[in-house]
């Protein structure tokens, strides 16, 4: 099916519901909250990341040229990321030898934010807290050169297999897999260890506002009572987290949604009550800030550090992600 013809179907079978397309234009404008709809029935450029660990970014390329695949790599700062110039067929990326080998991993560029601003360092221990299929943990993995410790949460055991799968072909040595309900693996960490990380990653489910462009039928089962019901695990999640996390330490906190409910209000949150500062980010592409009021409440200026990335920005997913830094244990 062609590209327009298939967004026509895709329009037509999964309409936003009312309340969505109000809450969109209130966060955008209604010209921008067009946009936004325009591109959700689209699909994303096909985009890989290079496992440094296995084979040099050049190598890779040159193994794509082979095949007769142009990509271009939009980052000067991180050449690992790779997108390519065409369409290719749906599973083609996931076929090849280099694939299987471990050479790449097939990730959408957004997804590739959070570690791209939390930078794990050689030897640091990291906390990954809802970290199946594993795309950022075999991105820290790679950032962090198989050295230091990792340790990699996922509560569902069919997902722990799928994560296990992806380190073991990505070659990845430095990651202890757990399975645990997220909140309660942190309460027994602080309880019954001594462990506190140098980073740690919140990539908390959520509604998936921002993946409607792989995930249509988000717009079928999209409501507000799953937004309050998913935001009040968020921010269990978050604030377990943070009680584990070193003084000076760094945590990001990150979902693929775009409601505020699920972002900004979730990191006001951890403001009003720790001893916390936002870190400021800067990555070379386009985003925008957090917002600081949402249908009557508002919140701390701060949360402008936030960052909000739209698909008809990049050509990407939407995605949020908040830098924050420990100040010390105090609790406000």
């Given at each position: 099916m062609e590209n327009k013809q298939y967004s026509e179907y895709l329009k037509e079978k999964f309409p936003p519901k009312e309340r969505f397309l109000e809450r969109m234009a209130n966060l955008l404008g209604e010209k921008e909250a067009n946009e936004f709809f325009e591109i959700s029935y689209t699909k994303t450029p096909s985009s890989i990341r290079c496992n440094t660990l296995k084979i040099s970014v050049e190598d890779l390329k040159k193994r794509f040229q082979n095949y007769g695949w142009k990509i271009k790599q939009p980052f000067e700062k991180f050449p690992e990321i790779m997108i390519f110039e065409e369409r290719l067929n749906p599973g083609e990326l996931g076929k090849t030898r280099e694939h299987l080998l471990g050479f790449y991993y097939v990730q959408e560029i957004s997804s590739m934010l959070p570690i791209l601003?939390?930078?794990?360092?050689?030897?640091?221990?990291?906390?990954?807290?809802?970290?199946?299929?594993?795309?950022k943990t075999t991105q820290a993995a790679a950032m962090m050169k198989n050295s230091g410790t990792i340790i990699a949460n996922e509560v569902s055991m069919g997902r722990v297999g799928i994560l296990t799968s992806n380190l073991e072909r990505c070659g990845i040595t430095n990651v202890i897999v757990t399975r645990k309900e997220g909140v309660a693996f942190c309460n027994k960490l602080l309880k019954e260890s001594k462990i506190k990380f140098d980073k740690i990653l919140v990539d908390a489910p959520c509604s998936g506002e921002g993946t409607l462009r792989k995930s249509p039928k988000t717009l079928q089962i999209w409501n507000e009572n799953m937004i309050k019901k998913i935001a009040s695990t968020q921010k269990r999640l978050a604030e377990a987290a943070l009680?584990?996390?070193?003084?000076?330490?760094?945590?990001?906190?990150?979902?693929?949604?775009?409601?505020?409910?699920?972002?900004?209000?979730?990191?006001?949150?951890?403001?009003?009550?720790?001893?916390?500062?936002?870190?400021?980010?800067n990555l070379p592409l386009k985003y925008r800030k957090g917002i600081c009021e949402w249908e009557g409440k508002l919140y701390s200026k701060e949360v402008e550090k936030c960052l909000r990335l739209y698909p008809q920005d990049n050509d990407t997913d939407g995605f949020f992600v908040a830098k924050i830094k420990k100040l010390s244990e105090k609790i406000k």
């Open positions: 601003v939390l930078q794990p360092k050689e030897g640091e221990i990291l906390l990954d807290l809802c970290a199946s299929p594993g795309s009680k584990l996390l070193k003084v000076n330490g760094e945590m990001i906190y990150s979902t693929c949604t775009l409601a505020p409910e699920e972002n900004e209000e979730i990191v006001n949150y951890l403001l009003e009550k720790y001893d916390i500062e936002l870190g400021s980010i």
